[in-house]
């Protein structure tokens, strides 16, 4: 499966050269080469691709493909498998086929095409070829892997990075507003947003578990008339990142409590909310309104060593 993928209209024709220059810092050297990432985060080329990077014809690279698995391996193969051994690696076949837009590529992962890279530098004798010799060079300092993710513009951890977008965004909009003297539910239980985000349960604007949290806080607070002992809450304005649905009601009303009834909280947040079955129930109503998947539940529970199922300390 492929997750990235740039196939350029300016691909090299088979007998065409190429070669990748130092100076081209930004990597746009590599707009005439096809090559993409794998699911897994293993970048590849194409094999005319390849082919372009080694100095040679197209119809090279895909020889290499189709005696890979002779049962009498030919010479060239033999060192191209040997220095594959050498990087601790004993791949079955040369190229994986990829489909992309309908057409059918071999996709050469990176241990790969740098094996074959380097046998057309160095060990193919009188084919050594001067670009492959070059780009290799280049690929040392540069980095095979660098190159075409910056190339087709992946990122390892955008996925996760976007992923905790929405809550970052809240933080850094709302962390510190709460007036003087009092704190907000929203930062005091930032550590549950951050245990289900561990968990693969990344708080948007559907899972804010913020607003059950202090929902029930709120009961609590007036059912035990903790402001005879603690002084009134106040209300101050909430917002919501500009992106949210919830923002279209900007600014919200919401409470802060006084700073001295901080400790009840934080035990009640772990002692009630958490481990008295609170949490459980509104991971459950997750579930039940298919936010978030049963499996995702579990370890969002199993985050804070409660058993899914009774909402209990295991």
Known sequence: ??????????????????????????????????????????????????????????????????????????????????????????????????????????????????????????????????????????????????????????????????????????LSLMYDKAPDGYFSIFKESAEVSVALGHSGVFPDDKIIPDISIGQIWSRYWCDNNLAALYGERLEYKHCYPDYFPQAACNPQPAFCYPEAVLGEFKRWLREQYIRGGKFQSYIGGQVQRKQITSEAARKALEAYSLNPQIGKRA
């Not at 160095?122 to 492959?132: L, R, T, V």
């Open 1 to 170: 499966m492929v997750s990235v993928f740039r196939l350029p209209a300016t691909l090299a024709n088979d007998n065409e050269q190429g070669r990748l220059e130092l100076e081209d810092v930004d990597g746009s050297c590599f707009h005439s080469l096809g090559m993409g990432v794998l699911s897994d985060g293993t970048p590849f080329l194409t094999q005319r691709g390849l082919a372009v990077l080694c100095g040679v014809e197209n119809a090279h690279i895909g020889t290499i493909s189709a005696q890979w698995r002779d049962e009498i391996q030919k010479p060239r193969i033999n060192k191209i498998k040997d220095i594959l051994a050498r990087d601790g690696h004993t791949p079955v076949t040369a190229h994986i086929p990829v489909n992309v837009g309908g057409r059918r590529f071999f996709a050469y992962r990176e241990e790969i095409s740098l094996a074959i890279l380097e046998y057309y530098a160095f060990d193919a004798g009188s084919q050594c070829q001067d670009e492959a010799k070059h780009n290799f060079r280049v690929m040392a300092r540069m980095g095979f892997r660098a190159a075409i993710y910056q190339t087709v513009g992946y990122s390892p951890t955008r996925e996760i990075d976007d992923q905790w977008r929405p809550f970052h965004d809240r």
